[in-house]
């Protein structure tokens, strides 16, 4: 990661946000939601895409839309103050349908969906090295 989730400014956040709620919403839009220019607005992306902190993009799905997948829910300890860095990087895990903060044992958990028991073993051991 060549850059900290620190040094986000209040716009990189609201842009971080309105791309979680559609990530298809065009530079335009964006841009005339922030109150900033699209050049503005692109650059930031790439910003935030170099520094590591956009890790991907995904489609999310309606949880019957495929009835034959494997759900599992996976809890998450993270050592030291690395959550921010641990977040990021399961966000960008395809097998992490949704990612909850929590407090307790476990730091965070995952809920996680899989085509068959042998992707299900391979996200987890994905997951395991972060």
Same mark, same amino acid.
Not at 50 to 76: C, E, F, K, N, S
């Given at each position: =990661?060549?850059?900290? =989730?620190?040094? =986000?400014?209040?716009?990189?956040?609201?842009? &971080?946000?309105?791309?979680?709620?559609? !990530?298809?919403?065009?530079?335009?839009?964006l841009a005339r939601k922030l109150g900033v220019s699209r050049g503005?607005?692109?650059?930031? #992306?790439?910003?935030?895409?170099?520094? @590591?902190?956009?890790? @991907?993009?995904?489609?999310?799905?309606?949880?019957?839309?495929?009835?034959?997948?494997? @759900?599992a829910w996976m809890g998450i300890a993270v050592e030291g103050n690395e959550t921010r860095k641990v977040i990021?990087?399961?966000?960008?895990?395809?097998?992490? !349908?949704?990612?909850?903060?929590?407090?307790?044992?476990?730091? &965070?958990?995952?809920?996680?969906?899989? @085509?068959?028991?042998?992707?299900?073993?391979? !996200?987890?051991?994905?997951?395991?090295? #972060?």
């Amino acid at each position: =990661m060549n850059a900290t =989730m620190t040094e =986000m400014d209040v716009t990189d956040q609201q842009l &971080l946000s309105l791309l979680r709620k559609d !990530a298809r919403t065009s530079v335009a839009v964006l841009a005339r939601k922030l109150g900033v220019s699209r050049g503005t607005v692109s650059n930031r #992306i790439t910003k935030l895409e170099d520094a @590591g902190i956009i890790v @991907g993009y995904t489609a999310r799905l309606r949880p019957d839309a495929q009835p034959h997948q494997i @759900g599992a829910w996976m809890g998450i300890a993270v050592e030291g103050n690395e959550t921010r860095k641990v977040i990021a990087s399961l966000l960008g895990e395809p097998a992490v !349908a949704i990612l909850h903060d929590t407090n307790g044992r476990w730091d &965070l958990l995952a809920e996680l969906r899989a @085509g068959n028991l042998s992707e299900l073993s391979q !996200a987890l051991e994905r997951i395991r090295l #972060i």
